[in-house]
């Protein structure tokens, strides 16, 4: 297992459609280790593919931490997830995304999902998902086809965060 970096904003990179993945292989299960493990670390609860600048549809999660703090650990893979149904209901909730550190907002998205996906032996699945998970299986299937959560908020809100990001990486370079 590898700790990979993850890139943020304004990498271009963040806007790219990722590839679905044709065959799980051995490459493919090294992936989805570096991913977990930089997810532990960073600490996140979720993480696509493409955050770690791997174009390829891709999501790791572990939502147990969050809900529970004392309960044991539950890494989860996804492979070309996608969302076959969606409520009518909405649910807000305060996202955060690894590549758009510190910053927060609310965004309001179907309350409930059906998802269909590949696990890590090409098997094909499909789940409901609500609470949490539904906000982040939709907020990391949004990061695959190029859209970030501050794409929902206004237009003014999100202007102003991506500027503040171009700003640091301008200052950054300069050092
Ligand atoms: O760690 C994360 N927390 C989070 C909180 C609310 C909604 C979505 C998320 S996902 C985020 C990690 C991340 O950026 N995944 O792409
Ligand atoms: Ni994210």
Redesign the pocket.
């Known amino acids: 297992m590898a700790l990979r970096d993850i890139i943020i904003l304004p990498d271009k990179r963040l806007r790219v459609v990722s590839a679905p993945i044709e065959a799980v292989t051995p490459a493919i299960r090294r992936l989805a280790d570096d991913m977990l493990e930089t ?1 532990y670390e ?7 593919g493409i ?1 770690v600048a791997e174009p390829l549809r891709i999501v790791t999660m572990d939502l147990a931490r969050k809900e529970d703090e004392d309960s044991a650990p539950n890494p989860r893979v996804f492979i070309n997830p996608e969302i076959v149904a969606r409520s009518d209901e909405l649910s807000v ?7 758009i550190p510190e910053y927060y907002g609310e965004v309001e998205r179907p309350a409930r999902v059906r998802v269909r996906y590949l696990d890590l032996d090409g098997k094909p699945h499909e789940e409901d998902a609500e609470g ?1 998970f539904a ?2 299986i939709q ?2 299937i949004d ?1 695959l086809d190029g859209v970030l ?1 501050v794409d929902y908020l206004s237009k003014l809100k999100r202007d102003r965060v991506l500027k503040k990001f171009a700003k640091a990486a301008k200052r950054a370079a300069a050092e």
Request: glycine share 14%; hydrophobic share 35%.
């Open positions: 997810m960073a600490p996140g609860i979720g993480l696509a955050q909730y305060e996202e955060g995304c690894l590549s949490l906000t982040c907020h990391e990061h959560f």
